[in-house]
């Protein structure tokens, strides 16, 4: 058996497996069938305890506890190109914080164990995706994911392109409990039922003589901030999906940092940073005053700014997302204080990340707080599996006074 990592990857050799998702906790686990452009084809193609057959993919509760995604490769659509294999938690309001899935992935046919997976450091999410089984030349491999969402399963149905509607609002009068998902009719995909975001079976319809008029439907629901209505101005820990008219942003962006003295502070000296990371959480390389430019070009530095006067952007750094390595899934935005001054010298410190063609200005984060420490992360650049990039504020200090001593603590963040 092998122990994976995150986004490591073995050649399966059974045709049929399955990946066993345990927790200490309940869990609701699916799987979802993917095409080529990282979207379900419809809600047939997400399996779940209350639609539990796909195309060459099936749902069961897995010895032991937990539940079973198995995919049969030979019987998987020409289509499909990956199936992902998910896990939210059953309990309202929790996190994995503290909680430590594990997928365990099997030949189905003999039950020997081919590999297993544990998703390191989880502690907001709500969801995550736990593996991939995918096509590669021809040939079937599982990859190790542990991407974490913060918006339950919806959250993840939605970035595959699944249907997610509102549930309709709770009656006055006491209704019967549902029965237990093992005895739930199928229903539609899409489904979803209050507090957690687990799918739930659809309401039959009433008969039509005794049925009175119809309500009206439920609003879907909303989906993440997106850059549809114009600039985005973020909070500390709010997140916007580069998303413009239903198509994600991949070409330059140009994140700008500034700052200025505090008032009757001297000049101050700080350094502006970008470290890109892949899956999992390893250092790909960094880009600052002294490393111009890094991937091929497809990350570029202005240059060092020495005292922070002057409007606009102290420096900027121009990242072309179309050109960035399939390698690099993350990018921290990091700010230093060289010569040892604080941030509590610091005012309007803020990022901005523009359009580099346009010079439109699509997202604001503005630092409202500071701290007498050497070193901010500013905010994240994430690639969600769906293909798209998300924006998220930081706005976290740390102790640095160089980009070198923020590759750990902003790995830690991702």
């Known amino acids: 058996m092998t122990a994976m990592t995150p986004g490591s990857n073995l050649p399966l050799s059974a045709v049929r497996v399955a990946v066993d998702v345990t927790a200490p906790v309940r869990l609701d686990v699916s799987g979802l069938l993917l ?13 779940f305890y209350n639609q539990p057959a796909g195309p060459g993919v099936t749902h069961s509760a897995a ?10 490769t030979a019987a998987v659509p020409e289509g ?4 992902v294999v998910t896990a939210s938690l059953d309990t309202p309001g929790a996190t994995f914080a503290g909680t430590e899935p594990t997928g365990t992935v099997r030949n189905a046919d003999d039950g020997s164990v081919l590999a297993s997976f544990t998703p390191p450091q989880l502690g907001t999410e709500t969801a995550l995706v736990v593996v991939e089984i995918y096509r590669r030349a021809g040939a079937w491999k599982v990859r190790a994911v542990g991407q974490g969402y913060a918006n339950g399963l919806a959250g993840i149905a939605t970035d595959f392109g699944v249907s997610v509607e509102e549930p309709a609002a709770p009656a006055a009068t006491p209704q019967v409990p549902p029965a237990p998902p093992a005895a739930a009719p199928a229903a539609p995909a899409g489904q979803w039922g209050p507090p957690t975001g687990a799918p739930v079976p659809a309401a039959p319809p ?10 009206p439907a439920a609003p879907p629901a909303p989906g993440k901030i997106n850059l549809d209505k114009g600039r985005v101005s973020l909070q500390k820990n709010q997140t916007v999906s580069l998303v413009k008219g239903g198509r994600p942003l991949l070409s330059s962006v140009r994140m700008g940092l500034g700052w200025e003295p505090a008032f009757r502070s001297k000049s101050i000296d700080l350094d502006a940073s970008v470290i890109a990371y892949g899956p999992d959480r390893k250092k790909v390389d960094n880009c600052f005053f002294g490393k111009l430019t890094i991937l091929n070009g ?3 530095h202005s240059g060092d700014n020495l ?5 606009g952007d102290d420096e900027a750094i121009t990242v072309h997302l179309g050109g960035l390595p399939p390698q690099v899934t993350g990018l921290v935005f990091v700010v230093n204080s060289f010569s040892g001054q604080k941030f509590s010298d610091v005012a309007k410190a803020y990022c901005r ?7 439109e200005e699509l997202v604001r984060f503005d630092l409202t707080h500071s701290e007498p420490r050497t070193g901010v992360m500013m905010a994240k650049l994430i690639r969600q599996f769906s293909g798209e990039w998300e924006m998220t504020a930081m706005g976290e200090y740390v102790d640095s006074r160089t980009v070198r001593g923020m590759v750990k603590p902003a790995g ?3």
């Open 35 to 47: 095409a080529a452009d990282g979207k379900v084809r419809s809600d047939d193609d997400f399996v």
């Open 63 to 72: 010895a032991g506890g937990g539940d079973t995604i198995t995919v049969d």
């Open 80 to 83: 499909i190109e990956k199936i």
């Open 206 to 215: 009433a008969p039509a003589a005794a049925a009175p008029p119809a309500a």
């Open 298 to 300: 497809a990350i570029q």
């Open 307 to 311: 005292t922070g006067e002057g409007a």
């Open 353 to 359: 990340l523009l359009d580099a063609q346009s010079g």
């Open 412 to 414: 830690q963040a991702l």
